[in-house]
T-cell receptor, first 112, second 111 residues
Framework: KAGVTQTPRYLIKTRGQQVTLSCSPI?????VSWYQQTPGQGLQFLFE???????NKGNFPGRFSGRQFSNSRSEMNVSTLELGDSALYLC???????????FGPGTRLLVL | SQQGEEDPQALSIQEGENATMNCSYK?????LQWYRQNSGRGLVHLIL?????REKHSGRLRVTLDTSKKSSSLLITASRAADTASYFC???????????FGKGTMLLVSP
């Protein structure tokens, strides 16, 4: 099976802009989670989607949002970008009760 | 929060030596998982140990779990330079729909 893919891989934006990141999970996986990783805060959970519904949400402001489509592909959107949003954004998909996460390569976002 | 915490934060060893990383957590779990992350890339699942298991092996990896102490350890034997990465533990706990990751241990293996 093909692994989790994320697009784009790299992105440069300026403060105030918005950005949309895309994630295609492993075929058959219905759960998609998003994480933000920075050197200072480490790996932080953003949200999880399962069958097009947000099932879990981390402690991030409303500028961070996401959605999942019927084919399980997911997007996350960050509006009104701030310098502190510069990070590696990781998407992971999961299928089973053991919740093993299969990660994509990430999107590295730089906000100038 | 029942987030796992890895110890040490960083570890530097020579090739051929063993590397041991520890993870502590706060609440009961269904299972505990270890992941590896090479610099700037996605995490890769290494091994899963269930709450009713005490030890598990996979190649050069050995994981132990002590639920009474709420702790786990990951041992990498005969380390190689290619093992240089960050290692994260993640817990699957009742009532949580997704895993909770720790902050990771950075392992540097020098040739």
């Amino acid at each position: 099976k093909a692994g989790v893919t994320q697009t784009p891989r790299y992105l440069i934006k300026t403060r105030g802009q918005q950005v949309t990141l895309s994630c295609s999970p492993i075929s058959g996986h219905r759960s998609v989670s998003w994480y933000q990783q920075t050197p200072g805060q480490g790996l932080q959970f953003l949200f999880e989607y399962f069958s097009e519904t947000q099932r879990n949400k981390g402690n991030f402001p409303g500028r961070f949002s996401g959605r999942q489509f019927s084919n399980s592909r997911s997007e996350m959107n960050v509006s009104t970008l701030e310098l502190g949003d510069s990070a590696l954004y990781l998407c992971a998909s999961s299928s089973g009760r053991q919740k093993t996460q299969y990660f994509g390569p990430g999107t590295r976002l730089l906000v100038l | 929060s029942q987030q796992g915490e890895e110890d040490p934060q960083a570890l530097s060893i020579q090739e051929g030596e063993n590397a041991t990383m520890n993870c502590s957590y706060k609440t009961s779990i269904n299972n505990l998982q270890w992941y590896r992350q090479n610099s700037g890339r996605g995490l890769v699942h290494l091994i899963l140990i269930r709450s009713n298991e005490r030890e598990k092996h996979s190649g050069r990896l050995r994981v132990t779990l002590d639920t009474s102490k709420k702790s786990s350890s990951l041992l990498i034997t005969a380390s190689r330079a290619a093992d240089t990465a960050s290692y994260f533990c993640a817990t699957d706990a009742p009532g949580y729909s997704t895993l909770t990751f720790g902050k990771g241990t950075m392992l540097l293996v020098s040739p």
